[in-house]
């Protein structure tokens, strides 16, 4: 007897066993051990090498933060990424992919105080990586690199922080982003403008409901410290602060200011003057007389590159949708000139679980890239990104609440046989219907009931259903059936091709996307 | 004097030590010593954050066997997998996608001799996480995890092992695969034959040249290892020596069976015997008739579930491309049944640097999901990897062997200025051709050359330009260009949208691909 044989043997010995065990409604303790003997003994005929793991203990999970993406899931997203993409691509974005991780070193030093959520991997001989944190940086260290001075890109991609997770407000610590720049020495607030313009025509076109997007100039935001002053080593922090107002009352913000950041509660106070001014182009003009500001050279650049951005916005049509607010301060230390955040308006918001804020964000920022280079050399670069997980939220949310039925597939055509031994019959036709591209699925069962057939085509909403017979083989016809009023009608077989083209002509999988 | 204001005479003083330094030719060192000052100073001012990092040391690069993707990567990489993803969807399957990282455990024990290979994050405190080293191992958590029986689904994303990358053979620590998978309950071969035929599909479709695919079955595997004599235990590192019949000479992998697997020689002698064969079903039938093999059970069950896939391998149009070959054993642990692999044929390889192989594998793992549910219910899954990867590098091949340009962008029509001053009038015409849906550039800068945006448009192979200039703009008119034959008609500006809309009716821009 061979080794397998006898493996074999106790396999079906131990397997009478447990039979015989659960016959005596032996205690579940008993069983279970019996069980996994056996388990290990089917395992060890498998190669061994997975005995261990046979009879597994730990839970099955994804890992903290993280989640699968179901079908449904999946088709919202891809509906949402290609009218984005569309977007991008009008504007003539090429598009680039870097790694996952990268060395530790490119990640080091341009986070500020959020390093300590990057994640790290293990030292297993060899370069010491990290996975990327955003994809700003290493847009910055793609460009540096390949000493590309000009380009105009848009990516979408994971990153990932080890942020604390807040699954229903959205938060994980893996999830996408989807970002535009545009690089390159140009004149002034001509690309940031089109990057308005670009979150303007993505808000609009997936559909969200009203939306504002706030502008803000960072030689302003350091201007106005100035004239309040603060201190210029706490420009930076001070502007983390600010960055908060979106979720905090300003007294929290002006807590932190005062107790953390050490300013005087007379500056502060100053500080909470501006932030509460917001406005269109009346208000820039406004600020130009204000005799404080006008003491900064940054306050007053910063002025003047708002004048002519909001200008630029008038053209390309966006400036019903904007915002000029002082308490935008964007979190990242990186930014150095306009920076910008769309809002979801929640006027739809009554009884909406989804918490709906800042949906896209971005800004200039032109000494990210010289960080890289060896000799510092500078390429300034304006960009934006799309919250999309948010977007996917909203979307998810609303079609939740409307009990839209998704799509997950694109089938139009499903062969279904009234009668035993047709598979092979089946089998044809599916291939001669892909043979012509059409999208056609079939039963994997040999002999499969006509109405769990047919149920099966409601339930997947498919369109049409071919239903083959004996007779109808023999006359050369077949019978196509209608799924949504489920007329059917006999169509010669070498018209099919013609006959399903036409009624598919119209047809669309997700109306509701 | 603010801080900030100190800080930018001190900015100034050592910019000007540094300017003097290097007209009175210091050595290099010194320089870049206060070069490292200067940019410290200017670090301080935009915040302090990155001062440590402003005069980094380290080469910049991506992770070793990593690669960032370039536009024109992605644009090849972007045809390709529409065209897999649209005969995936031609067959139903839905999308998944899970993260890129698994608890440890979940990897533990499926990859066999691999598992050295695996990436680990490093344990930062919380759960032991590993980079997904497949998508078969996390498609199979997805189903125990969330109890599904049924399920045809597609899934393409990055893997990672840290093998030895050989760039120049296309093979990577981080790299794309693209599945599809069959699980559930079915009758025999029938999903099986769906998945041969659909690689017949995606290598018909991506015009690579003629190929071959390759069947066999680990049944018949194990029934011949039985049949030679080779002891239970060692089938599945027999398996892998055999694996490597497509890189090897039978001679080393005797050696490899005799020396390292403790085979005799005459039994691997045996092996040799049948591992040279190949042919179509009337090699079936002659191993039917193999006095050897037919004792043993497995091999006969093998052989007669090869003779039901070709068999509808024959109704599905696939046969002519199909060799069912007694090599074929797949270096995979979990194949329970049917294995295949397709390879790319040479015919048009003289010259050609690109080694090409194997260009799709997989088959049946019916135990694999059981591996992860605690009942150890088993979902019987079939499916296919299709090793995008390899056909990147082919089309980068034959496209840079043709000397192909190929576009990276789609844009449509370019808006140009004749003369100076007219960049307000070019972005009213780009927000009125936006609005109309078409893709559209111009130049970022206020007055750039009439022949440098018209070389920009050629370099980028756009097809279109319209030319604004003062008198046409009184007029009410454009100039159009085609860039290609740079003809240029006067066409009305309220016309403009149709007469675009019709030259581009039929515009496709990439032919090449």
């Not at 039979?19 to 388990?39: D, F, I, M, N, T």
């Not at 002519?308 to 000139?337: H, N």
Request: proline content about 2%; overall charge neutral; hydrophobic content about 35%.
């Amino acid at each position: 007897m061979s080794n397998k044989e006898e493996i074999e043997k106790l396999i079906k010995e131990q397997g009478d066993l447990v039979r015989k065990l659960k016959a005596a409604k032996e205690s579940k303790e008993k069983v279970a051990e019996e069980v996994a003997k056996l388990l290990q003994l089917k395992a060890q005929l498998n190669g061994g090498e997975e005995s261990q793991n046979a009879n597994q203990k730990f839970t099955l999970k994804t890992p903290k933060g993280t989640r699968d993406y179901s079908p449904e899931q999946m088709a919202i997203r891809s509906s949402v990424l290609d009218k984005i993409i569309s977007v991008f691509k009008r504007h003539g974005a090429v598009t680039i992919d870097t790694p996952i991780f990268e060395l530790k070193e490119v990640l080091t030093g341009k986070y500020g105080e959020d390093s300590k959520l990057i994640y790290d991997l293990k030292d297993q001989g060899g370069e010491i990586l990290s996975l990327r944190y955003d994809l700003t940086v290493p847009f910055a260290r793609f460009l540096a690199m390949n000493k590309i001075s000009n380009i105009k890109r848009y990516h979408i991609a994971k990153v990932y922080r080890r942020d604390n997770p807040s699954i229903s407000r959205g938060r994980y610590r893996e999830f996408y982003q989807c970002d535009f720049d545009i690089a390159g020495v140009y004149d002034e607030m001509i690309p940031d403008a089109e990057c308005v313009r670009v979150v303007y025509e993505i808000l609009s076109t997936l559909n969200l409901g009203s939306f504002v997007i706030k502008l803000n100039h960072r030689k302003l935001l350091d201007g106005m410290f100035e004239a309040c002053g603060v201190p210029a080593e706490s420009f930076r922090s001070i502007c983390s602060a600010v960055d908060k107002l979106d979720k905090s009352p300003w007294e929290e913000v002006r807590k932190e200011m005062v107790d953390e950041k050490g300013l005087s509660g007379e500056v502060a106070d100053k500080i909470g003057e501006y932030v509460r001014l917001n406005g269109k182009i009346e208000l820039v003009e406004k600020l130009l007389q204000d005799e404080h500001l006008i003491k900064s050279k940054s306050a007053v650049e910063g002025l003047e590159a708002m004048k002519t951005v909001l200008k630029y916005c008038e053209i390309y049509g966006t400036s019903d949708m904007i915002s000029f607010d002082l308490s935008l301060a964007r979190g990242l230390d990186y930014y150095t000139g306009i920076i910008y955040e769309a809002v979801l308006l929640g006027e739809s918001g009554k009884g909406d679980d989804v918490a709906v804020g800042s949906v896209a964000g971005g800004g200039r920022y032109d000494n990210l890239v010289g960080m890289f280079d060896p000799k510092n050399k500078q390429v300034p670069c304006v960009g934006v990104s799309i919250g999309v997980e948010r977007i996917f939220a909203v979307l998810e949310s609303k079609l939740s609440a409307n009990k839209s039925k998704l799509r997950t597939t694109e089938v139009q055509v499903y062969v279904a046989s009234a009668q035993k031994n047709l598979f092979e019959q089946r089998m044809l036709l599916c291939k001669e219907l892909w043979d012509q591209g059409f999208k056609v699925e079939h039963s994997y069962k040999k002999n499969p009931k006509l109405l769990a057939q047919l149920q099966y085509c409601e339930e997947q909403l498919i369109p049409l259903v071919i239903i083959l017979g004996e007779s109808e083989i023999q006359k050369g016809v077949v019978k196509l059936r209608n799924v949504n009023n489920r007329e059917e009608v006999e169509v010669a077989r070498n018209e099919l091709g013609i006959e399903l083209h036409k009624r598919l002509e119209n047809y669309k999988a997700n109306e509701a996307l």
